[in-house]
């Protein structure tokens, strides 16, 4: 299955199937086309100008950088992935709200915010660190204002339940107590 899903994704789907290729081939998947060190190559060739990831456009979006920086994580003792998560870390800070949380193509959300903590503790960076601290709220503080008194997430500030918002805060937040 995996050898197959290798095969037949890596490179399909732009820039997310690299990344998620990549996560394959980090945890010793052998795949038929690609070395992890051509996947990584890739990905390193499909940075934008301003330092991150996208999936369209030529902009950088926090979502996909900061699962590009998830994937990157295991390489960087490479001068050049080095070199390029620091980038995209100074991006991903630069592009934090004014409360502490991200937007994706113009929307603040809990998967923008839960995508950041787990690159940030993917990367060994403290979410609380003071690059990511706006007005004294953290990316951790973001993403707790879209709880709601379920437990479960909201995808907007004020929405209902989302499965993919939960499903992502609950990623962050084990990425955070294993931090």
């Not at 409360?99 to 990367?123: D, H, M, P, R, W």
């Not at 004020?158 to 939960?166: D, P």
């Amino acid at each position: 299955f995996v050898e197959a899903t290798l095969a037949d994704s890596i490179g399909q789907q732009g820039v997310m199937s690299w990344a998620w290729g990549l996560h394959l081939l980090n945890n010793v998947c052998q795949g038929p086309t690609y070395t992890d060190d051509e996947v990584v190559s890739t990905l390193l060739s499909l940075r934008k100008a301003d330092g991150g990831w996208a999936i369209t456009g030529n902009s950088a979006d926090v979502d996909a950088t900061a699962m590009v920086l998830q994937a990157l994580a295991p390489h960087r003792d490479d001068g050049e992935v080095t070199a390029a998560i620091d980038a995209a870390v100074a991006l991903l800070a630069s592009r934090q709200t004014e409360n502490g949380g991200f937007a994706s193509y113009g929307v603040e959300n809990a998967e923008s915010a839960a995508q950041v903590i787990i690159a940030l503790c993917t990367l060994n960076i403290d979410p609380e660190d003071e690059r990511f601290v706006k007005n004294g709220m953290s990316p951790l503080d973001a993403l707790a204002a879209f709880r709601l008194a379920d437990g479960s997430y909201a995808h907007e500030m004020g929405g209902a339940y989302n499965e993919n918002a939960t499903a992502q805060a609950f990623l962050a937040e084990t990425a955070y107590a294993r931090f």
